[in-house]
Every structure is written in structure tokens, then in C-alpha cells.
């Protein structure tokens, strides 16, 4: 991993607490889930669960540590790992596509932070419905987030994947 691909993990690290920070008054809207699925598919799985773990835990210094820390961390590094393997298989996906993409991602992450519930109160089903709408909140915000920062994120990894390749072929 190069000095490049740090600093713009480190950077989007940072932009996605500050994110999850300035949203947590909407109940489950926050950029993260967004910020991992597109670095996963432009940087690879390792970068995005990489990205995953540093926002989980540095995010949950400031709004609060627990039991769903972990199952926080498995559901975001699970989703930087699908969105890597997408990004590995091509490039050229239709951003309709990724929104989609990113509405599964606020469904599945739901299922998975409510699988911790499971495991301490042995109650899932209602738990899970009872979180449904939340999960709902995720997914859209999802799509919202997915609409406003790809194209803008678009631009800033196709010029780090110039910036790479310049560098790899001067060395």
C-alpha cells in the first residue's frame, strides 16, 4: 500500500466521521455506508474494510462504544468487501446501478448489526421489524449519499489512479 492510497483512505476516514457527526440527528442517515461502498469499488476490498474499521471505531470515540461496535465493523467490512469484488469485475458500472447497490447495503447492514441482538437477547424477529424503518432511513440516505458523492468521488479516484500510474511508471 502506497503513501497515495493511505492518505486517501486517511482523508476519506475523516470525512466520513465528520459525516456520521453532522447527521446523527437523523436517525440512520449518515455518508459511511456510501464512502465505503465507493472506495471499495475504485480501491479494493482491503482499502474499504480498512476504511470500515477506522470509521467504525474512531466515529463511536465520539457517539458512543458497545456491543454493536463490533457487529458495526463486520457489517461495514462485509459491504467494503462486496463492493471491491464489484469494482475488481469492472469499473464502468451506471450509477443507477451503485444506488441500488447502496439500498441493498442499508438492508444488509440493518440484518447484520441486528443479528448482535440475537446473540445477547435471543429475540430477532421482533427486533429486526421493529428496526425495519430505520433500515429504511439507511437505505435511502444510501441512495441520496450514493447520487451526491459519486460523481464528485468519481473525479478525485480517477485522478489518484493518474497520479499512481505516473508515479509507477517514472520509478
Given amino acids: 500500500m502506497n503513501t497515495y492510497k493511505i492518505t486517501l483512505?486517511?482523508?476519506?476516514?475523516?470525512l466520513a466521521v465528520v459525516g456520521r457527526f453532522m447527521f446523527q440527528?437523523?436517525?440512520?442517515?449518515?455518508?459511511?455506508?456510501?464512502?465505503?461502498?465507493?472506495?471499495?469499488?475504485?480501491?479494493g476490498p482491503a482499502s474499504a474494510i480498512i476504511l470500515a474499521v477506522l470509521v467504525t471505531y474512531l466515529s463511536?470515540?465520539?457517539?458512543?462504544m458497545g456491543i454493536w461496535t463490533i457487529w458495526q465493523i463486520v457489517a461495514w467490512a462485509a459491504i467494503g468487501l462486496l463492493s471491491g469484488?464489484?469494482?475488481?469485475?469492472?469499473?464502468?458500472?451506471?450509477?443507477?446501478?451503485?444506488?441500488?447497490?447502496?439500498?441493498?447495503?442499508?438492508y444488509f447492514y440493518g440484518?447484520?448489526?441486528?443479528?448482535?441482538?440475537?446473540?445477547?437477547?435471543?429475540?430477532?424477529?421482533?427486533?429486526?421489524?421493529?428496526?425495519?424503518?430505520?433500515?429504511?432511513?439507511?437505505?435511502?440516505?444510501n441512495a441520496l449519499f450514493m447520487i451526491v458523492l459519486?460523481?464528485?468521488l468519481t473525479r478525485v479516484f480517477t485522478n489518484y489512479n493518474k497520479q499512481w500510474l505516473l508515479k509507477k511508471n517514472i520509478n
Fill in 111 to 141: 440484518f447484520i448489526v441486528s443479528l448482535a441482538t440475537f446473540t445477547v437477547a435471543g429475540k430477532f424477529l421482533p427486533y429486526y421489524i421493529a428496526g425495519l424503518p430505520f433500515d429504511t432511513y439507511h437505505a435511502v440516505g
Fill in 9 to 14: 483512505i486517511a482523508l476519506l476516514a475523516a
Fill in 60 to 64: 463511536n470515540l465520539f457517539l458512543g
Fill in 150 to 152: 459519486y460523481p464528485v
Fill in 25 to 43: 440527528f437523523i436517525p440512520n442517515v449518515q455518508p459511511v455506508t456510501t464512502l465505503i461502498i465507493i472506495s471499495g469499488f475504485f480501491l
Fill in 85 to 106: 469484488w464489484i469494482g475488481k469485475t469492472n469499473l464502468k458500472q451506471p450509477i443507477f446501478l451503485l444506488v441500488a447497490f447502496g439500498i441493498f447495503c442499508g
